[in-house]
């Protein structure tokens, strides 16, 4: 296949008291920044560490991290510092939850779904199969109830309060050491694949393991495991992946749009004063969208690398795309069966969901369809 003619298909494929108070507080701190009243010179110096589930080597994702404590920084003159910290200095890249839930640290930054096995609610933080891209998840987050959700669940059964703090947006869909064209290719096949997807390619033979960033390369290189997904061209090609696997797939269905968030341990959120907390919102927010713009600016170079290195891109078969999501809404059904909570965000996320493909399919999905067409092979 051409390269030209790759990049054109990867184009088209891509195509409560608790919680009341909490939400209340959030709104009253954006008030207050969008106000400007940052004057802090009676303010406390305090200073914070965050945990985190990333490699330094990632400016793209851990750097979602730095953009977030800069900020706060500039927005408290100096007087409210966090520090983040790689995965693995003050906790284990997978354990951030668990710390800053107990207090051992302040904050951190990581992806709910690493976390599934508390809530698997958790993983409408971040990204579930066939759900929403990056655009959509904010629209759901900010602006369809999302957030609110699913901050009255963190309070209640984490004493955490979080926000969304960087996306990747539509991922790729995993580095394979051999081809994978049928449902047969994926039985018993070893894959690091966390979150819901991971449960899904479970249910399609796939012996599924969670290992954060920093490990999938060894694990691959010494057969560990036969396959592996981690962001998209460029976090991968820094990872070293394309090194040790030759075939790359798309798309990357079981994430369209991950978030990824700062937690913050309740205790700690309720000591900082009103403009430190609308500092770290606000911080929070810039991340978010800084992080999505790097990647989106980074990717399509780092993919015209790749393939000019040797990585085969392949698309899912028909096949394994209709029976992963089948496997999914499955999968869905049952924890709405047992999990109130999780049948609560469902039942709202749903339609939502299915109301934004309705509208992105009539307007961006009509012009992707037609612009994006027009890409000619080399």
Known sequence: MKRRAIVNRLSQSAIAATGVAIVAGCQKAQNTAANGQTDTNNLPTIKWQMATSWPLSLETIFGGAQVLAERVKVLTNG???????????IAPGLEVLNVVSQGAVQ???TAAYYYIGKSPTLAFGTSVPFGLNGQQQNAWLYEGGGLAKLQEIYARKFNVIQFPAGNTGTQMGGWFRKEVKTLNDLKGLKMRIPGLGGQVMAKLGVTVQNLPGGEIFQALQTGAIDAAEWVGPYDDEKLGLNKVAKFYYYPGWWEPGPTLEVQINLDEWKKLPSQYQAALETAAHQSNTTMLARYDAR???ALERLLKTGTQV????QEILEAAEKAS????????????????VYEQWK???DRMYTWNNLNEGSF?????????AE
């Not at 007087?79 to 200095?89: S, T, V």
């Not at 809404?329 to 609560?344: I, N, R, T, V």
């Not at 992707?368 to 000619?376: E, I, N, Q, V, W």
């Open 79 to 89: 007087k409210f510092i966090i520090e983040p910290r790689a995965a693995g200095e």
């Open 107 to 109: 904050a951190g930054h």
């Open 299 to 301: 990717n399509n170079e």
């Open 314 to 317: 392949r698309p899912y078969s």
């Open 329 to 344: 809404f499955a999968l869905y059904d049952e924890f709405a069966a047992k999990d109130a909570d999780f049948k609560a």
């Open 351 to 353: 339609p939502f969901r």
């Open 368 to 376: 992707s369809r037609y612009a994006y067409g027009k890409l000619k």
